[in-house]
């Protein structure tokens, strides 16, 4: 039994090498992650004991950087369930290795999602007021409900498909840690019956979550779409912000597969060609994101509504058009041209794309939400909104505390999934061979 | 007997649920409803509304800041000082402002800048209380718009809802910023929203609101719709008034006179 | 038994380490302390009698909450059928003139805390101010 995982193991050497052993980078990325973490907190205390007047919010402007957060980070958790249930349910052989990877970016990033809508309230200390009251009425508890189960569902998703390689783990001995990989790996030995079940249970939960995540994101964006604010209320904001969703969430995976190949030395296994279908992915979403963006701001124009106008240009050519021209300019001016040129969508080419858009898509859902709110149909002067050192770090603490849940994760289990590789270097070559087969006549 | 691991957590849950049902069925069966079943005869039959009279408004003297003043005073509104965090219930704001649809070309010169006191206008068909997660805004049945700072949470979305900007937040606490506190009404915490109320305070004792009460031009009129024979219908009978915004459907209760 | 000398010695520490705030209140002399309320020198009753208030309070004051803000009902009627206002600053307050000699007596002791004074003021406290 030992030799057969053995075997198995020597072959993926890489894999479980950054489990294995800490360099000195990890020691000095943690401490750096972990100062950037409890100086966020330190914003955080400081806004809590003086209250929300510490941020740049005003009567006018008073929803700001928090809730553009809720709305990037929520988007950002896409990309986990799109590239790896709707990869895994296409039967796309090339999401083996990028799938686990996808799958804990959604897990971690809805933490400070929620986390940025409780950092915005009031009264923090009331939060379960919103469950004890609950007023279903009101988008946001349609928010609460539907988060709630993406999250679950996302993190049963997680869990079912890290089984097989934490009973590895246990199986391997890893003396330490060895009570924690007998308690998780739920007394997993691989027995036929117990693969049968388990490939079952996650082809279940990956149909499932699909439309958890449309519905989430639809949902967020009702939370703006059901007031009557201009530039708001608009019917095309659900798909707009799933479509804004899935190409900030498809970024960022390709900016962490980037880091982790480069740190964890995972050359082989994450290779040129991933990042190629991915890159290809998010050209096409892209175009998505034009198209909508264009379908949004052309039907405002020629219904040349005073109060939706007054936004549409302060957007444009006012307050607010170096951010909204520079949004533009990073979602779709720079990324566009690397990946329509097949010769640029290289793993550099790709990474620069996603950065981009990275930004640009966190302009964007900024760009969505400040400027209506300084001219709520009655305009008023003065309504100027700076974001304080309190919002930025707490933005950046946020950023870090996600990069150390990611990275101490990887101590503690691999982020390649070694079952998954195993299985497509075996069963699934046969697997493939068949169902090609059976598409052509006999 | 030989019990196997699995068997043995099955009885040994089954014994816990059977021990719980009792505790648990008292518990739930003694849950009381959260909110008080409504009793319908404290309001019922009124429906407060608010005319105001711009003509007079503007025959006052420049600078007269009556109405505003008492209500803020009285309602322990605080005065922050700055434009960014201020808090007001009741204000005033330009003409071409107040109704950007009744401003034109032609009647700029007489009406552009005037100002117009502006206060929450307690719609019929209020916006804001369909976004409050915890329902701490809400309609009342004499249709007053209604505020819980106990159970305000801080999210603002009611802000966001209402599209005449009726609504204050604390932003930080109010009680360093309050001259001189008036006992009778609460003051607020940081991280709450605020509003005006009609002065429902004092109408229960039946008083007029605090700023119909203290306008020396009795600009404003305050009194009960669905009494045909109150002041307010019969200043509103027959005459050509303006609602703020009227197009968004929210139906408000507040009335100028031009 | 294994460990025993790990485990005894253990045990020990982790028993004094629980016990700890029991014995030094017990050698300064806290333990016997017992919460002073001063009560009104005019007035003999309270709304309802004592065992009920002071199981109760909590629950009575959120009810004339609901009551005042939600309902509009402003008057109690007390099991004795005396009639009150439900007000916290204008019936509570107008006989235990300073919380600090009275509510914050018993909260502070059990280390509960309430809100009601950050919006709530009596006259007592802003002659303070």
New interface residues.
């Given amino acids: 039994m030992v030799n057969k995982e053995q075997i198995l193991v020597d072959k993926e050497i890489p894999l479980l090498e950054h489990v294995r052993r800490s360099g000195k980078g990890f020691y000095i990325t943690v401490s750096i992650l972990t100062a950037l973490v409890l100086w966020g907190i330190y914003a955080y205390l400081t806004q809590y004991r003086i209250g929300l007047g510490v941020t740049g919010l005003s009567r006018q402007i008073f929803w700001g950087v928090y809730i553009t957060n809720f709305v990037f980070f929520i988007g950002i958790s896409h990309a986990g369930t799109f590239i790896s249930a709707v990869l895994r349910v296409v039967k796309a052989e090339w999401r083996r290795p990028i799938s686990r990877l996808s799958e804990l970016t959604t897990v971690f990033i809805l933490f400070f999602g929620v986390g940025s809508v409780l950092i915005d309230l009031g009264r923090p200390d009331r939060m379960l007021y919103a469950i004890r009251y609950a007023h279903f009425r009101s988008p946001l508890l349609w928010d609460v409900c539907s988060i709630g189960t993406y999250l679950t569902v996302s993190s049963i998703c997680l869990y079912l498909a890290l089984i097989p390689d934490i009973a590895l783990m246990r199986d391997l001995g890893m003396k330490k840690r060895q009570w924690l990989y007998e308690i998780l790996s739920l007394g997993f030995t691989g027995t036929e019956r117990q693969w049968h079940r388990l490939e079952k249970a996650i082809l279940y939960v990956s149909i499932l979550v699909i439309p958890v995540m449309i519905t989430v994101h639809t949902v967020v964006s009702y939370v703006f779409a059901m007031t009557i604010q201009p530039m708001w209320h608009s019917a095309i904001f659900g798909p707009y912000f799933v479509a804004g969703a899935l190409f900030s969430g498809v970024a960022t995976v390709i900016t962490i597969m980037a880091i982790l190949r480069k740190v964890y030395h995972l050359e082989d296994y994450l290779k040129p060609i991933h990042f190629y279908n991915l890159g290809t992915l998010l050209l096409a979403m892209t175009l998505l994101w034009l198209y909508f963006t264009l379908g949004e701001y052309v039907t405002t124009l020629y219904g040349n509504e005073p109060s939706q106008m007054s936004i549409f240009w302060s957007k444009l050519t006012g307050q607010y058009a170096p951010l909204f021209w520079l949004h533009f300019a990073l979602c779709f001016v720079i990324p566009f041209p690397i990946l329509a040129n097949p010769k640029t969508r290289t793993i550099k080419g790709t990474l620069i794309a996603s950065i981009s858009i990275n930004i640009g898509m966190w302009l964007e859902r900024f760009v969505i939400i400040v400027p209506t709110l300084t001219r709520q149909r009655i305009p008023i002067e003065g309504a100027i909104y700076i974001p304080t050192w309190v919002e930025w770090s707490i933005l950046l603490g946020c950023l870090s505390f996600f990069s150390l849940l990611y990275v101490i994760f990887t101590k503690f289990f691999p982020i390649i999934p070694i079952w998954e590789i195993h299985e497509g270097r075996g069963k699934s070559i046969m697997e493939v061979r068949k169902r090609i087969q059976s598409y052509l006549p006999d | 007997m030989e019990i196997s691991r699995r068997g043995f957590l099955k009885i040994s849950g089954l014994t816990f649920l059977g021990l719980m049902a009792k505790p648990g069925w008292e518990v739930v069966s003694q849950i009381k409803p959260i909110e008080p079943s409504p009793a319908p005869n404290y309001f019922s039959g009124k429906k407060w509304a608010m005319a105001i009279d711009l003509r007079k408004c503007w025959e006052a003297q420049e600078g007269c800041k009556e109405c505003l003043d008492v209500c803020h005073r009285i309602h322990n509104v605080p005065s922050i000082g700055y434009l960014k965090e201020e808090i007001k219930w009741i204000w005033t704001i330009p003409y071409e402002k107040a109704f950007p649809e009744h401003i034109h070309d032609f009647n700029q010169e007489e009406y552009k800048g005037k100002s117009v006191v502006v206060l929450c206008n307690q719609c019929d068909d209020p916006p804001c209380i369909r976004y409050c997660p915890t329902r701490a805004t809400w309609k009342r049945e004499d249709g007053i718009v209604m505020m819980d700072f106990h159970r305000c949470i801080g999210c603002r979305y009611c802000m966001a809802g209402c599209p005449y900007g009726s609504r204050s937040f604390n932003w930080r606490d109010p009680r360093p910023f309050i001259k001189k506190v008036n006992l009778e009404f609460p003051t607020r915490t940081k991280g709450v929203v605020e509003k005006c109320n009609f002065c429902e305070e004092r109408l229960v004792q039946g008083l007029l609101p605090a700023c119909v009460e203290a306008c020396k031009e009795k600009a404003l009129i305050f009194g009960d719709l669905n009494d045909p024979h109150s002041e307010i219908r019969r200043t509103l009978n027959g005459r050509h008034v303006l609602q703020r915004q009227p197009e968004l459907g929210t139906k408000p209760k507040v009335f100028y006179i031009v | 038994m294994y460990d025993a000398k790990k485990i005894i010695p253990g045990l020990i520490i982790f028993l004094g380490l629980i016990a700890f705030p029991i014995l030094h209140n017990t050698v300064s002399g806290k333990a016997t302390y017992s919460p002073k309320t001063e009560l009104p020198k005019d007035k003999k009753e309270c709304i309802e009698p004592k065992d009920f208030i002071r199981v109760n309070h909590k629950e009575l004051l959120e009810?004339w909450?609901?009551?005042v803000?939600?309902?509009?009902?402003?008057v109690y009627q007390a099991t004795n059928k005396k009639r009150y206002t439900m007000s916290l600053?204008r019936t509570c307050m107008d006989c235990h003139k300073d919380r600090t000699k009275f509510c914050d007596q018993c909260h502070n002791f059990m280390g509960v805390t309430n809100?009601c004074w950050?919006?709530?003021?009596?006259?007592k406290e802003?002659e303070k101010?």
């Fill in positions: 009810d909450k609901a009551s803000v939600r309902i509009g009902m402003r600053n809100k950050d919006c709530h003021l009596y006259p802003l101010r």
